[in-house]
């Protein structure tokens, strides 16, 4: 091969280099290792993280069960290891199963039409944001305060860039429910977007259809968040959304300490051709058999460039594939079942302990804690290798005393009778 | 003859998931409740419960892996043969990564968690940042944006900071007209104006018309190196002199970085900042589009600035800091795609210093040996020495009325993933062809038969080359009505 | 094959005056240029044009183009048929595909325009 280039050795392949940016040296890396090494250098990194607790943790991540099935799907080479199905006669795998994601979305969110993934759901906040701005030509965003506080830092930091203006609009105390004064307060003729979450933060069921009117009326677009994607197997679709957008990490997706996921944008008809990233679409191909094909492919970055709706590329193609799998392992029955077992777990702890907030809630609900701080709560629980709720104090000062948790199918009774009996 | 390449196989025939349901069917079972069943309408309100999910699928375990199992096998995949896509660093991706990435105390390991018992996740990212910060020459690097274009929107976020910290974060940046489209589109939504610059003849960035375009204006130049040509920007040393006298930045798409691990450091030859894409450079898998990672890499200047919050060590242990007054903010929730950086740092470890070099070498010799052999028979329009990759135009091949997308599809006949068509566009009728590391000269020798033996068909036949591909389960694809008529979902 | 009675852009587009309304399209050369075109994008009525700035786009799949109008004025009609039939835009450009009626606000800008023999030598002359 050398002989074909035309050098000797392979060093004369970057003669061409300017000296001044050679390396002179190898880089300060430790030489490579075996497969078996690498095992256990990350079995080891595994034992220093938490083992064997159970945990109570939700807050826009959750621990359902993954089912056997996923794993064995998506580690197949040929989805695994393949690429953009730019050349749709040989992707005709991912491509149907993004059609078939795109349409489990659809049916999930009541929406007309859904993306084939954006990174996450935290990213998917701005990216619909400006499909509003796009879509009324109206600049100004209102968000609720119980929409997750790092969606709002994400928002706030594409926002910032685009003159856009975003203001926040807050909670009733008792309820835990968006302030409809409040937002009614704020929106005005500039408003493109007001976005609220449902289930919210808090884990309450929010006044969607109340912001819907409101946003209607001052020619807002809604944009309606989920975290909690198993909520959508009970909870009816948000009816006057104008843009669903959201995070499918519950669907099969490992915790994984905060990525990889997969977040989604769906919406109307009407505004597809406003809709961030990649599509697929139905077709046949010369022999008149059905076919899908990557399209509307003159919304990207790649053909629109400066103009695109969105830079974004990727897609988050292999995570959604696991999401595909879970929905249909699971199927119609499976995800109303899997949600009511979650609103059962959530409410017989929620039964032992105060809720803070008297709205309706799913699988997540916010207390208060008396005698001890949120910390020495945890604590204590910790001795029972227990890992207790999320407290709030970091996001909401006012609940600096509180404490959001979660019960999922995967908690256990006994662990949460012995939450209970701390917290009480 | 010996079989040497992948054949036209049987592929059994699938309808979608929602035409092989039946009401009734699972491929799941629950345990019973331990805790009472709980009254969906008492708990949620009557008005929040949905009636069932219309068309939602239901069909048996065995029918649901029969259905993805058949599906795969209409795909290609690196595990079949070789992409030989520009600018994608399709190399093979390790077996082993998807090992350790389920480790089950890293995969399970939920952001909030209490630093105490993420120690593990939070060593992990440390190493991975250390290693890139030595791979890149660069002083510090996030982890936090989830993909190349991410990567790329903080950086411009990082750079408009600074100049905003120094009092005037400027109107525009300059773009190569050979960039990738995403560079273009950050700086966009970064709130820039995009001011394009013509390449020289020579495919390389024009110094003499860079002086003259780095106004008082211009922010940064976003550039990448070596170029989507595959040539090494032999300037790049003035041109990041060029824009610090004037007080702009240089930033970096570190998308052709396979050609420069171990060899050259941007760090070293005057990049401010730069993002790296993890599924190129670092082998994490494409999975059909994605999960990325875009981490960014910068110079100390702009270390302030990086996005919250950033890992610490205090006393024996790491920590989070979010007392950050200067960052950009966040890009993204919690910490960054931890399950692909796991992946990279398994590459990392396996290659090792002299490895990841080893690898750059073996990647540039292979393109360089595809030049040669492909040069007799295609039109090469920039003749500097290219580096991962190489860039022929379809010249020759246009004057009988074949084009490099039809060139691209008669070598799927030949059991190969087409090259990047058309891109750069500064090349008219461009197949942009980068081979990787992991092309052994088996592979690439035939590849280049492929490509020698279509250049002779589109002589002798050119009407059957432009029919192409003939092999393949579906025939060519109508991607017109598919945009003028688009059908996105199933309905019953 | 180009109308004498239609005026041309450098930018590939025609116009057809009549009275104080022009009626805009794109030429026969820019509909091959373009390829099978998927989707037209237009202004609404009542919009406000300047002549040289874009009043819409024409797409095909891997592109997309920048309509520039011929004349400046206010728009008082789109081409109903191209939302469902775009791809009359290729089968009829200087007739039944026409895009926008507009009704001039500066007749004179009319006079700078290309006569269809000039176009025809430019187009010549690009190849």
Not at chain 2, 18 to 25: L, T
Request: charge should be negative; hydrophobic fraction near 40%.
């Amino acid at each position: 091969m050398l002989d074909a280039c035309g050098v000797s050795s392979p060093e004369d392949l970057f003669s061409h280099l300017p000296e001044a940016v050679r390396l002179g040296r190898p880089l300060n890396l430790a030489p490579g290792v075996s497969e078996y090494e690498i095992v256990d250098y990350f079995r080891d990194r595994a034992a220093e993280n938490a083992n064997g607790y159970a945990s109570f943790l939700g807050a826009g991540v959750y621990h359902h069960y993954r089912p056997v099935l996923v794993d064995t799907v998506v580690s197949r080479g040929e989805f695994l290891t393949s690429y953009t199905p730019y050349q749709a006669e040989i992707a005709q795998g991912t491509l149907t199963t993004i059609f078939e994601f795109q349409t489990m979305i659809c049916q999930l969110t009541g929406m007309d039409v859904a993306n084939a993934s954006m990174y996450d759901g935290s990213t998917a906040v701005p990216e619909a944001a400006m499909m509003a701005v796009r879509a009324t030509g109206k600049g100004r965003v209102l968000i609720a305060k119980s929409v997750h506080p790092e969606y709002r830092e994400v928002l706030r930091t594409y926002a910032r860039n685009q003159g856009m203006p975003v203001e926040e609009f807050g909670y009733v105390p008792e309820a835990g429910t968006i302030d409809l004064e409040d937002l009614d307060r704020k929106i005005d003729g500039l408003t493109g977007a007001v976005i609220v979450q449902s289930p919210n933060f808090f884990g309450i069921v929010d006044r969607v259809k109340a912001a819907a009117e409101i946003a209607h009326r001052a020619g807002a677009l809604l944009v309606v968040l989920f975290t909690e994607a198993v909520s959508l197997g009970i909870l009816e679709p948000a009816a006057g959304a104008d843009i669903v957008a959201g995070e499918l990490q519950s669907f099969a997706i490992s915790p994984c300490y905060g990525g990889p996921y997969a977040g989604i944008i769906a919406t109307r008809e009407k505004f597809l051709r406003q809709v961030p990233g990649r599509l697929v679409g139905q077709t046949t191909d010369s022999r008149g058999n059905r076919a899908f094909c990557l399209t509307l492919a003159t919304r990207e970055q790649h053909i629109r460039r400066e103009k695109a709706t969105s830079n974004i590329c990727t897609n988050q193609a292999l995570i959604a594939l696991m999401a595909t799998v879970f929905m249909t392992v699971y199927g119609k029955q499976g995800l109303r079942e899997l949600a009511e077992q979650n609103l059962a777990k959530a409410h017989y702890l929620a039964s032992k302990l105060r809720p803070r907030f008297c709205g309706k809630f799913f699988n997540e609900f916010v207390v208060k804690v008396e005698g001890k701080t949120t910390d020495e709560m945890n604590k204590a629980l910790l001795k029972k290798k227990i890992i207790g709720g999320l407290p709030l104090g970091r996001f909401y000062p006012e609940l600096a005393d509180s404490m959001l948790l979660c019960a999922t199918e995967m908690s256990r009774r006994a662990d949460m009778d012995a939450v209970a009996e701390v917290l009480a | 003859m010996p079989i040497t390449k992948v054949r036209p196989h049987l592929s059994p025939n699938e309808s979608l998931l929602f035409e092989r349901s039946s009401p009734g069917k699972k491929a799941y079972q629950l345990p019973e409740l331990d805790v009472p069943a709980v009254d969906a309408a008492d708990a949620l309100g009557a008005d929040n419960v949905r009636a069932e999910i219309d068309g939602f699928p239901e069909v048996s375990e065995v029918e649901a892996i029969r259905h993805f199992t058949r599906l795969s096998t209409w795909n290609y995949a690196i595990d079949y043969g070789m992409y030989p896509l520009g600018s994608c660093t399709m190399k093979y991706n390790p077996r082993i990564n998807e090992l350790v990435a389920r480790t089950e105390g890293l995969a399970w390991a939920h952001p909030y968690q209490p630093e105490a018992l993420a120690q593990g996740s939070m060593e992990v990212m440390a190493r991975v940042e250390a290693a890139l910060a030595e791979i890149t020459g660069m002083d510090a690097v996030t982890l936090q944006p989830a993909a190349g274009a991410h990567g790329e929107l903080t950086g411009i976020l990082l750079i408009r900071a600074l100049l905003e910290k120094r009092g005037n974060p400027r109107k525009k940046i300059l773009i190569p007209d050979s960039a990738h489209g995403t560079n273009p589109a950050t700086a966009a939504i970064a709130g820039y104006a995009v001011e394009n610059i013509k390449s020289s003849e020579t495919g390389v960035l024009d110094v003499g018309a860079l002086e003259h375009l780095v106004t008082g204006d211009v922010a940064a130049l976003m550039v990448t190196n070596p170029n989507t040509l595959g040539v090494f920007e032999e300037n790049i040393i003035r041109v990041a002199e060029i824009l610090h006298a004037k007080g702009a930045m240089l930033y970096m798409d570190g998308a052709n970085m396979n050609a420069l691990v171990g060899i050259a450091r941007p760090g070293d030859f005057g990049v401010d900042v730069m993002h790296l894409n993890l599924h190129k450079t670092f082998s994490t898998p494409h999975g059909g589009g994605g999960p990325g990672a875009g981490p960014v890499a910068v110079k100390k200047v702009l270390e302030p600035f990086l996005p919250t919050p950033r890992l610490k060590r205090s006393g024996k242990r790491w920590t989070y800091d979010y007392k950050r007054k200067q960052s950009i903010g966040r890009v993204k929730a919690y910490y960054g795609n931890f399950g692909v950086l796991v992946r990279a740092l398994a590459y990392i470890l396996a290659h090792g210093g002299p490895g990841l070099r080893n690898a750059t070498v073996d990647a540039v010799l292979n393109a360089v040996y595809i030049r040669k052999g492909l040069e007799p028979y295609y039109d090469l329009p920039y003749r500097a020495p290219n580096m991962h990759e190489v860039v022929f135009s379809d010249e020759r091949q246009a004057k009988l009325g074949v084009r490099t997308g039809d060139i691209a599809k008669r070598l799927i006949d030949y059991g190969f993933h087409p090259y990047t068509v058309s891109f750069p566009l500064i090349v008219h009728g461009a197949l942009m062809i980068e081979p990787t590391e992991t092309e052994g000269k088996r592979e690439i020798d035939q590849f280049i038969d492929a490509m020698i033996s279509i250049a002779k068909e589109a002589e002798t036949d050119p009407q059957m080359v432009k029919g192409a591909p003939y092999g393949t389960r579906t025939s060519k694809v109508d991607e017109v009505t598919a945009a003028r008529k688009p059908v996105l979902r199933w309905k019953p | 094959m180009y109308p004498e009675n239609f005026r041309y852009t450098k930018e590939h587009e025609w116009v057809l005056v009549e009275g104080d309304i022009g009626t805009v399209g794109i030429t026969d050369h820019a509909q091959e240029e373009l390829g099978d075109i998927v989707y037209v994008d237009l202004p609404k009525p009542g919009a406000h044009i300047e002549q040289g700035k874009s009043l819409g786009s024409v797409e095909s799949v891997k592109a997309v183009s920048d309509v520039y109008s011929p004349v400046s004025g206010e728009v008082t009609e789109i081409n109903g048929l191209l939302a469902d039939s775009p791809e009359k835009l290729n089968a009829d450009p200087h007739g039944a595909a026409w895009l926008v009626k507009i009704r001039l606000s500066a007749p004179a800008e009319v006079a700078s325009l290309m006569s269809a023999a000039d176009y025809q030598s430019y187009i010549g002359a690009e190849k």
